[in-house]
């Protein structure tokens, strides 16, 4: 059995993509990641060069949320048999493990137990715009962290993204039917949506044209409420804002992890799990071993 897959589905983002190949490819080798390429993008397939493509059909749905984690469930059910370990996300999502435990994902993986779901803990990295004049540019070349120095909890992305037991896991990722939550002290989930000014503008402008394509509203439809134009709001607001997340100091976030324990409960009679995700409207600045990584 191989240690770890990655898997990911995405239209178009060349931005995120690159930095998940980077991250990812890197790490696991390209032969050990999986894109699912929605829409057969010409620009996906060239940069994803290497790993093991699967393109389908770009078709605008309503469902389309519900239909791409059907697929994405069987996939890592299928990928299973293969590997120990699939960590399944969104393309601008990404498990890091703290460099402080002195080895890297793959190695810390290759130690742990299998049959169980494991929950990092889900950091927003954001874009200061007050301090962090730079653009990112192309996340290929240049690196996200470092130039990005402040995250603010998102209990939204502690996501049960990796994968070694049988279960099924719920529209966006965000819960899956395994009854125990296991939330490794080294390991965070980086959601890179808010990394970028420039680009998050781009991204919002594509995803928003999904939506539009499919003729219905936020109601009607199951997909991301944060992908409709209505929801959106004015983009250098949303960045300016985060300057008023309150500072904390240090990175202590075992208090974040005893939370989500504390919480943990049946999620009504679905099958699924969940813990209490409320925002704590609080951001941090990452140690300097973070810088580089991603």
């Known amino acids: 059995m191989q240690t770890v897959a990655a898997l990911t589905m995405v239209r178009d983002d060349a931005f995120f993509l690159s930095a998940w190949l980077k991250y990812y490819g890197g790490l696991l080798g390209r032969e050990n990641c999986y894109v699912v390429n929605h829409g057969f993008g010409a620009d996906v397939a060239r940069l994803a060069d290497g790993c093991n493509v699967i393109g389908i059909p770009g078709d605008a749905h309503k469902n389309f949320d519900m239909k791409r984690w059907r697929m994405l469930n069987n996939f890592v059910m299928g990928l299973r048999c293969y590997y120990d370990h699939v960590i399944v996300g969104d393309v601008d999502e990404l498990v890091v493990l703290d460099p402080s435990e002195g080895t890297d994902l793959r190695g810390y993986l290759a130690g742990m137990p299998t049959n169980r ?20 540019g192309d996340p290929a070349h240049n690196p996200i962290l470092g130039p990005r120095r402040h995250v603010r909890p998102a209990p939204h992305y502690s996501k049960p993204c990796v994968i070694s037991a049988g279960t099924k896991i719920a529209r966006g990722g965000h819960f899956t039917q395994y009854d125990k939550l296991h939330t490794p002290d080294a390991m965070y989930l980086l959601h890179l949506k808010f990394c970028d000014f420039a680009n998050y503008a781009n991204v919002m402008d594509s995803r928003n044209a999904v939506t539009e394509a499919t003729g219905a509203g936020v109601r009607e439809a199951s997909i991301g409420r944060h992908w409709f134009a209505e929801a959106r709001g004015e983009d250098r607001a949303v960045f300016e804002a985060f300057a008023n997340l309150q500072m904390q100091d240090g990175f202590e976030m075992g208090p974040l992890r005893k939370r989500m324990h504390r919480s943990w409960k049946a999620r009504g009679d679905t099958g699924f799990y969940e813990f209490d995700r409320s925002d704590p409207g609080t951001q941090y600045i990452l140690p300097e071993r973070f810088y580089g990584l991603v």
Not at 120 to 135: A, F, K, Q, S, T
């Open 117 to 136: 779901v494991l929950t990092p803990l889900g950091l927003e990295v954001i874009h200061r715009i007050d301090c962090e004049p730079e653009d990112i």
